[in-house]
């Protein structure tokens, strides 16, 4: 073992590194950049011969310790939750790492901490982003105060609906699905009530907050720098999760459409 690391076992190193690919990758970093951050994680404790995969379901590494023992560890990512401040934090943490080399201790008090900040943020400030973009898109498409202002109640009900389907509905297909049957509605009783004028801005305002514009931006760089295959996998997702949500607003127009 080398003599300038805190490490014993490696098992447990590796474990702790693929937390924060994990991670990473489910805040919204490309392929590439998680790759490249495990593989000088490991190298920063003398690891040999490190052969990382990943695709956007899946991450599998496998290296060489100082003492000559084969690690290998396979990962099953199963959640989506783009956040770019927790990204940035998990990128820096994983710098102070190759830097520093800190115990596993130590790593896993950083990534608990971080993990930790994330959970605690107010629970109104969950709710006042989705709230701004919804409202902000349905006037700058042309909706007027009254469709901005309905547009806000449906990015706080569809907010509400995330935090409660989160951990009850795995399948994003019938997630994203369900909230925007519920959007369509809710957009047409509120144009019905008299709340909004026009219950296609309200709806516009609120496809913005869900529609997959990240997840089809990385998935073409992930083929532009040579991921072909995470690519089109997050390519196709993207497209089926916006075929889902278009289905979900068609029905709820032909539902209450010919009513309201």
């Known amino acids: 073992m080398s003599k300038d690391t805190n490490v014993k076992d490696y098992a447990k190193l ?19 950049r998680v790759e490249d951050s495990i593989i000088r994680m490991c190298q920063a404790y003398d ?3 490190i052969n990382v995969y990943i695709i956007t379901s899946n991450i599998q590494v496998t290296f060489e310790d ?3 023992n ?10 989506s939750n783009v956040n770019y401040q927790m990204l940035q934090q998990l990128n820096d943490t994983s710098r102070y790492i190759c830097a520093n080399k800190p115990s596993t201790k130590e790593i896993e008090t950083k990534v608990f901490k971080i993990l930790d900040d994330s959970v605690k943020e107010p629970l109104w400030f969950k709710y006042l982003g989705p709230m701004i973009v919804a409202g902000s898109f349905a006037i700058f498409f ?11 109640f449906v990015g706080a009900l569809m907010k509400f609906m995330n935090r409660f389907m989160n ?3 795995p399948n994003e297909l019938v997630y994203y699905f369900m909230v925007s049957v519920v959007a369509s509605v809710t ?25 997959p514009g990240i997840a089809m931006t ?33 029905l709820g127009i032909i539902a209450l459409g010919g009513i309201i």
């Not at 084969?70 to 959640?79: H, M, S």
């Not at 042309?142 to 806000?152: K, N």
């Not at 047409?188 to 869900?210: E, R, T």
């Not at 990385?218 to 278009?246: V, W």
């Open 187 to 211: 957009s047409l009783i509120l144009v019905a009530i008299g709340l909004g004028h026009n219950y296609d801005k309200i709806m516009i305002g609120a496809i913005m907050i869900i529609i």
């Open 66 to 68: 100082p003492m000559g």
């Open 47 to 49: 690891a040999r011969r």
């Open 14 to 32: 590796l474990q702790q590194i693929l937390d924060i690919g994990e991670e990473m990758l489910v805040c919204g970093a490309e392929v590439n």
């Open 218 to 250: 990385n998935a073409i760089r992930d083929m532009i720098i040579g991921d072909i295959y995470t690519g089109l996998l997050r390519f196709c997702s993207a497209l089926l999760i916006a075929g889902a949500i278009a289905c979900g607003f068609a």
């Open 70 to 79: 084969i690690i290998t560890q396979i990962r099953c990512v199963e959640r």
């Open 167 to 169: 951990s009850r509905e």
């Open 142 to 152: 042309g909706g007027d105060l009254r469709d901005g202002i309905a547009a806000v």
